[in-house]
């Protein structure tokens, strides 16, 4: 399977990648198929790279008192395991394929050199996550005001 350079360039670089970078991706970037019911990421393990989801559904949960409980599904363009891999702690979610999916994945070791070597792609890849994490906190903002206007007898 080729790389899909424009879908990189769409999802997560937000430009035009060059020749040259379009190298170092050539490189770094592994595919990654899962069929359904496959787990991409166990909670608990240590994270071993970053998954880019090119295609398919997955479903996220965590495991909390003695239950795996739903926190929600990604889809195309979701980075995965980038949390794992900037505090160094294990993945905090499972996460299984609910369709067939193919996922990019950039090894530890690959991400950090890219991290120290090609800064523009880095940068890239930060700005991305930030944006999608951004979006996690507003909607979880969202899901705790309800939340306490519920338990306070207080809806809008």
């Given amino acids: 399977m080729d790389i899909d350079f424009d879908w990189l360039e769409d999802q997560i670089f937000h430009r035009h990648l060059s020749a040259d970078e379009k190298q170092v991706l050539e490189k770094s970037i592994r595919f990654s198929e899962f069929t359904k ?12 790279g ?3 989801l090119y295609s398919g559904r997955a479903g996220v949960h965590h495991h909390s008192h003695g239950q795996q409980v739903r926190v929600g599904e990604v889809s195309e363009g979701a980075q995965l395991g980038d949390m794992a891999f900037f505090d160094g702690k294990p993945y905090s ?5 609910k369709t ?3 996922a990019y994945k950039i090894s530890r070791l690959d991400l950090e050199n ?3 070597l090609h800064y523009e792609m880095a940068k890239d890849m930060m700005l991305n996550t930030i944006c999608r994490l951004s979006g996690i906190v507003r909607g979880m903002n969202t899901v705790n005001a309800y939340s306490q206007q519920y338990i306070h007898g207080r809806r809008a």
């Fill in 114 to 116: 890219l991290m120290s």
């Fill in 100 to 102: 067939e999916c193919v």
């Fill in 50 to 52: 970053l998954y880019l």
């Fill in 37 to 48: 019911g496959d787990v991409l990421m166990a909670e608990g393990e240590r994270c071993d």
């Fill in 93 to 97: 979610t499972t996460i299984t394929a």
